[in-house]
């Protein structure tokens, strides 16, 4: 509802600004079919679960090590989830990229929403320096009590590329009961590198699940028709078994991945760090599911049967492999059908984030000053 809001107020705005300045007699500006350059990433479906976006997959996240019975196909699929909210973010970025892209005058105003919903903007034409790089365009945007909700550092097409920051909060803050007010997101996005065909990296903290979830950054990149993605997220405090017998810990979901964006593959490959893990050398062999799992099972059940757990462990083995229907199985042997499987095994040369780093992750506005009167 949040996110929907926060494109209503962009749809509102380009509206408004669309008309001004403009005689009349015009004629009608052409369409602007593609104004992103498809410049952002088209995460394929089976890596990314299109029925979760926003704040579910966010609240879908944070089960991912919070089970009672969870098993590998489960540990699995919700890397699908977790991928759902960069694939969302894209398309965030793609809708606002689109509402802003036939603006061509300077603005500085107040408006409201549909709903009447106040919201004070300023919109800049001209070389604006942001986030170590020059841009061509800034955005500005406040609610109605002068708390700033969004800062948009970007280029148009051909060059598209930018940074937004925004807090996902479009309601009054004085009536609002959630800590989404602290909620911070950062979207990176860039057609212009050398090294790769398109980039993004999205970011998000202070999410509010308590203990449950925090904080998250990933990486996704495309290079031909091959997609590299990586993440951490942050879980402050973290029973895999619920057996008293196991001390909660602070963890991180790590993974890294690939997918062929034309034959809609995807291999993945999930460990779960503790969260003050400080270097990701060996962080898959140390941390994997398997390896974590298999200690706490013998700690809490000392006199479970080898044969069962091994049974059990086997359903997380790595790495796990995707088609458009989602998950298919786990590792270690490639599956032969379909084919395609083969040319992804290079997704175990990505590193991951440090998980200190995504535990102490921080987001914050350049300037977080009230609009001017």
């Known amino acids: ?87 969302f973010c894209a398309q965030l970025v793609g809708q606002m990229m689109t509402d802003l892209a036939t603006i061509d005058v300077n603005f500085s105003g107040t408006f409201e929403d549909h709903e009447g919903n106040v919201f004070h903007v300023k919109f800049e034409i001209g070389n604006h320096s942001a986030h170590d790089t020059t841009f061509g365009y800034h955005l500005d945007m406040w609610d109605g009590y002068g ?4 800062e948009f550092d970007f280029l148009r097409n051909p060059d598209t590329r930018g940074v937004l920051v925004f807090r996902p909060l479009m309601i009054n803050p004085e009536t609002d009961t959630t800590d989404l007010r602290e909620c911070y997101v950062r979207i990176s996005f860039d057609v212009t590198t050398a090294e790769y065909d398109k980039w993004m990296e999205v970011s998000i903290a202070g999410f509010p699940a308590g203990d449950d979830l925090d904080n ?17 997220s942050n879980h402050p405090l973290v029973s895999l078994t619920k057996h008293s017998a196991e001390t909660p810990v602070g963890r991180n979901y790590i993974f890294r991945a690939m997918a062929d964006t034309t034959l809609n593959l995807g291999i993945c490959e999930v460990g779960i760090p503790t969260n003050d893990v400080t270097t990701i050398d060996s962080i898959f062999e140390l941390y994997a599911v398997t390896v974590v799992f298999d200690s706490l099972i013998h700690l809490c059940y000392p006199t479970a049967p080898d044969s069962l757990i091994d049974a059990w462990l086997e359903t997380f083995a790595a790495p796990g492999f995707f088609t458009e229907a989602g998950f298919l199985a ?26 200190v780093d995504i535990r102490d992750l921080l987001i914050a506005f350049i300037d977080d000053s009230p609009p001017m009167p």
Do not use: H, W
């Open 216 to 232: 998250l950054k990933m990486e996704v990149y495309l290079i031909g028709d091959k997609l590299y993605l990586r993440g951490n």
């Open 1 to 87: 509802m949040r996110t929907q809001m926060l494109l209503i107020a962009f749809v509102s705005f380009a509206l408004i600004m669309n008309g001004c300045g403009k005689d009349e007699t015009e004629e009608p500006a052409p369409q602007v079919v593609n104004p992103t350059g498809n410049a952002l990433v088209d995460i394929p479906k089976c890596i990314s679960n299109p029925d979760s976006f926003g704040y579910a997959s966010m609240m879908a996240l944070r089960r991912a090590c919070d089970s009672d019975s969870v098993t590998g196909a489960e540990i699995y699929e919700n890397v699908r989830v977790y991928i759902g909210v960069a694939d």
């Open 330 to 355: 786990p590792g270690p042997d490639v599956p032969t059908s379909p084919a395609g499987f083969d040319a992804l095994l290079g997704y175990a040369e990505l590193d991951v984030y440090t998980p």
């Open 147 to 150: 708390g700033k909700l969004i």
